[in-house]
């Protein structure tokens, strides 16, 4: 599985994003507007939905638990210190999508008995799209959190994110992580390889690696 999660750069906005890791190829995509206003998140969330609708898509929520019903997201995804997950389920029901933002082994604990359907697990290396980042977990990280959850019956898909590049798919999928979630890696594609060629290498790395 692949995640596509929203950012802008000088040459794209959130959209421009949401439109090429569609055509990309990819099928689940998270709007990610830390700082924008309620009335900017409506707006490109209308425009997301529509894409996503097109496409057959996912369409996740960045944080905004009260604006899921109203943007039609098919779930919401809550950082440490966004609203609590259990909360979260309690407000939107069982059936919307709920992934939490994982460091640790601790917070992935915290984050199954919540009743979360998914967890984001990084920082993989240091990344520029996100603020007061996490200590950085490498492939020895994913490696222990992994095992652990093994140990502990906990099973639910862990997402790697945070700086991964083409060249670490294959190690990263070797820990037992389910998927890897893309930004930076996607827009910030050279000339001679686009956003949308980038994203349809990615799920090529993706399915070698899953035969």
Known sequence: MIQFITHTNERYDYLDGVRMALEGGC????????????????????????????????FILDDYVELVERTGADGVHLGKNDMP??????????????????NTFEDVKRIYSAGADYIG????????????????????????IIEQMNAYRINLPVIAIGGILLPDVSDIMQTGVSGIAVSGAILNADNDNSPVATMKRFINE??????
Do not use: H
């Open 27 to 58: 099928r689940w995509i998270q709007l990610r507007m830390k700082d924008a206003s309620e009335k900017e998140i409506l707006k490109t969330a209308e425009s997301t939905r529509k894409l996503c609708k097109k496409y057959g898509a996912v």
């Open 85 to 102: 997950i259990d909360k979260a389920r309690r407000l939107l029901g069982k059936d919307k999508i709920i992934g939490g933002t994982a």
């Open 121 to 144: 697990c990084g920082p993989f290396r240091f990344t520029t799209t996100k603020k007061k980042l996490s200590p950085i977990l490498g492939l020895d990280g994913y490696k222990r």
């Open 206 to 211: 993706l399915k070698s690696n899953n035969k």
